[in-house]
């Protein structure tokens, strides 16, 4: 019986029993991650769900202004309270450079359905605005329905094992890799799904991987961008589990496609906020 592939937000892992077969045997570097210097990339930030006590990272976010962040819109849940923190590496350490900010609204786009499904973005505004600095940092939009390929950047506080123990680290990883052009993200996933519904869309995503390497997204990668030619490409939104696997594919929401959605949502004060 042939063996089936899933596909899963990046922040939730659906199901327990599918992290046991296929897992890659590389030890805890089997995304190919490795530590950020402080500093390197002063644009992301991680976005945590606060309970009564404690607040958790839960996804990544890209710094656009001051009181704006860029996300995935699966990252947003009815009910609990949100905050923003940036200019950090380690993300329980407590530095002159840590900026916590608790979040106003959050945008998810009006077309996103839930779900592995196209328009997977959303915007978060601050309550109050971060202050720039050498480790906080916004980053640059791409241009209108542009479409990149090459060589890349991915960074998150994601998951770094592949089994049964979730290791997650306190350190920001990052990962050079490659955004593919469409035909090969969709013969790379319709290779994984063996026959199942294919959710890539060409224009609402693109997709970062390589034939054989054990690379890629993972659970608490969710939102956090891919990074090309010094601009924000793509924000996470979905893989394979076991992550990790060699020909699987990390999905993202292609930005240049919401270029217009964006700024009419910052510029306007009649958005619809939640």
């Not at 530590?35 to 992301?44: E, K, L, S, V």
């Not at 479409?147 to 592949?162: L, M």
């Not at 955004?179 to 790379?188: G, I, K």
Request: glycine share 10%; aromatic share 10%; hydrophobic share 35%.
């Amino acid at each position: 019986m042939k063996k089936q592939d899933y596909l899963v937000f990046v922040e939730i892992l659906l199901a327990v029993g599918n992290l046991v077969t296929g897992a890659p045997t590389d030890g805890l570097r089997i995304f190919g991650g490795q530590d950020a210097a402080p500093g390197q990339f002063p644009y992301i930030v991680s976005i945590q769900q606060c309970g009564l006590f404690t607040c958790e990272h839960y996804c990544g976010g890209s710094i656009l202004a001051p009181s704006w962040i860029l996300t995935a819109g699966h990252c947003y849940s009815y009910g609990p309270k949100y905050q923003v923190v940036a200019g950090i590496q380690n993300i329980s350490e407590k530095s002159e450079w840590r900026q916590t900010v608790a979040v106003d609204k959050f945008h998810v786009h009006e077309k996103y359905i839930g779900n592995v499904n196209p328009n997977d973005i959303a915007l978060i505004k601050l309550e109050e605005p971060l202050t720039y600095s050498d480790r906080v940092q916004p980053i640059p939009l791409p241009e209108p329905n542009s479409f990149y390929s090459g060589d890349a950047v991915v960074s998150g506080w994601g998951q770094i094992s592949g089994n049964f123990f979730s290791i997650y680290p306190d350190t920001l990883q990052f990962q050079k890799s490659t955004v593919l052009t469409n035909d090969e993200c969709m013969a790379l996933i319709e290779a994984k799904l063996h026959g199942q519904r294919n959710p890539y869309d060409v224009n609402s995503n693109v997709c970062t991987g390589n034939p054989v390497s054990h690379r890629g997204i993972c659970s608490g990668d969710s939102g956090g961008p891919v990074v090309g030619e010094g601009v924000v490409v793509g924000l996470a939104s979905y893989s394979f589990i076991p992550c990790g696997q060699a020909a699987a594919p990390s999905v993202f929401t292609r930005v240049s496609n919401f270029i217009d959605w964006i700024h009419d949502h910052m510029n306007s004060t009649n958005a619809t906020m939640y």
